[in-house]
């Protein structure tokens, strides 16, 4: 994310002393992409940010997938997740269940009643939905308010922690990627601003605010990390809290973007998924469906026409509102519907007829098309329908 920030105390030039009111040195560290060849920010520590006290294994749970095989569209009711999970002790990180995964992005989903530990995501960043609830996101940056309809967009490796707040059930739906997730490049100028056809521009992306200064000592932090054979966690003990930064300054931190803030781009005839498209990862896209006015050529069918999804995968979370071209399928809030590369989608059968004449689609839904098959993880395989796939024929 290039787009300049600064907060707290940072020295008049980068590497050079910086020293506490006592004649201590800061310590400097610079957090940054691609070596040093992308975004990056200094952060300026009261401690060492290396130190480490012990360290031993975490488990990180179930990460196993099972192929989509034989191929098949598929509905899966996150909500019955829920039903079955005590929020009261479930937490926004160790609580979370693996939907669909694949090399290249995990899809997850937790309710969460209690704080959760201090964790950083190594294998690369997180863009979490906030379907319902509220929160405030401690990081070493600073915290961030997240609420319902906030992708909290959180970069490789930031330290940073789930407080809920309010008497909601906070529901995440996690995007883990293997990647860095970034506006679409199609959006950006050559130096990183967002462009004018952008569905939405820098005024709508929330960073942190002045840093988050905590004290203590032998403090844990979980690490999910690679370990040469696929994904491991460690759990470290370090000295000092990790939010001991004093300031910092760059292009690289965590930040919220509400759903509501995107605008809509829509034409007289339908327009295509990409024109949806709120983020991007290496091999998959994040694109959201809001309330918006639909197609307005005379002989306009404003749901979608049948398609094939050759190169992808597709995954349509549905946030809220009624979707109208599933409607009779037995999708609603809380579903996933998953509709794999090879296999022909598009309404529900009536729904093109029923949506001639409509002005305005009252939708809200977070689709992920990934470039590489999805597997089912052990909670997609619990809460799958069994009978999306005969929907089109009645059967």
């Known amino acids: 994310m290039a787009h300049y920030r600064r907060a707290g105390d940072v020295p008049p030039k980068r590497h050079t002393q910086h020293r506490a009111p006592g004649g201590g040195l800061y310590r400097e560290e610079l957090m940054g992409e691609e070596g040093f060849s992308a975004d990056s920010s200094l952060l300026y520590h009261r401690g060492i940010p290396s130190a480490v006290r012990d360290a031993t294994v975490w488990d990180v749970g179930d990460l196993s997938t099972t192929p989509n095989h034989p191929l098949l569209p598929r509905h899966l009711r996150l909500h019955d997740l829920s039903a079955g999970q005590d929020r009261k002790t479930a937490d926004a990180v160790t609580g979370r269940r693996l939907v669909l ?3 290249d992005v995990r899809l997850s989903y937790v309710v969460a009643g209690e704080p959760s530990p201090l964790y950083r995501n ?3 960043d997180e863009c979490v939905y906030v379907e319902s609830g509220t929160a405030v996101v401690e990081t070493v940056f600073g915290s961030l308010d997240a609420r319902q309809g906030d992708y909290v967009v959180l970069p490789r490796a930031t330290t940073h ?8 059930p906070l529901r995440l739906y996690a995007i883990e990627a293997n990647s860095h997730i970034a506006p679409p490049r199609r ?3 050559r130096y990183g601003q967002l462009l004018e056809h952008a569905p939405y521009c820098e005024r709508d992306l929330h960073g942190p605010g002045e840093p988050l200064l905590v004290e203590g000592t032998d403090v844990e932090v979980l690490v999910k990390h690679r370990d040469g054979t696929g994904i491991a966690g460690t759990r470290y003990v370090v000295p000092e809290h990790p939010f001991d930064v004093v300031g910092w300054d760059g292009c690289l931190y965590p930040y919220t973007f509400n759903i509501a803030d ?16 709120v983020f991007e990862g290496a091999n998959f896209v994040v694109c959201n469906f809001v309330p918006r006015k639909v197609d307005y050529h005379p002989l306009a069918i404003p749901v979608p026409y049948y398609h094939a999804n050759v190169d992808s995968d597709e995954v349509m979370f549905y946030c809220g509102g009624d979707y109208e071209a599933r409607r009779g399928s037995g999708i609603g809030p809380g579903s996933v519907s998953l509709h794999p590369g090879g296999h022909s989608h598009g309404p529900q059968p009536g729904a093109a007829e029923r949506s001639i004449g409509a002005e305005f689609f009252d939708e809200l839904a977070v689709m992920v098309d990934t470039f590489r098959p ?3 993880g052990a909670a997609g ?5 069994g009978v999306y796939a005969w929907s089109w024929s009645r059967r």
């Not at 395989?381 to 329908?385: I, K, L, S, T």
């Open 187 to 189: 959006y950006l100028s």
């Open 381 to 385: 395989r619990e809460v799958d329908d």
């Open 122 to 124: 190594a294998l690369g």
């Open 161 to 168: 922690r789930w407080v809920p707040t309010g008497g909601e």
């Open 374 to 376: 999805l597997g089912l």
């Open 101 to 103: 995964g694949n090399a």
């Open 262 to 277: 995107f605008e809509p781009i829509t034409g007289r005839v339908h327009q295509p998924p990409p024109a949806h498209q």
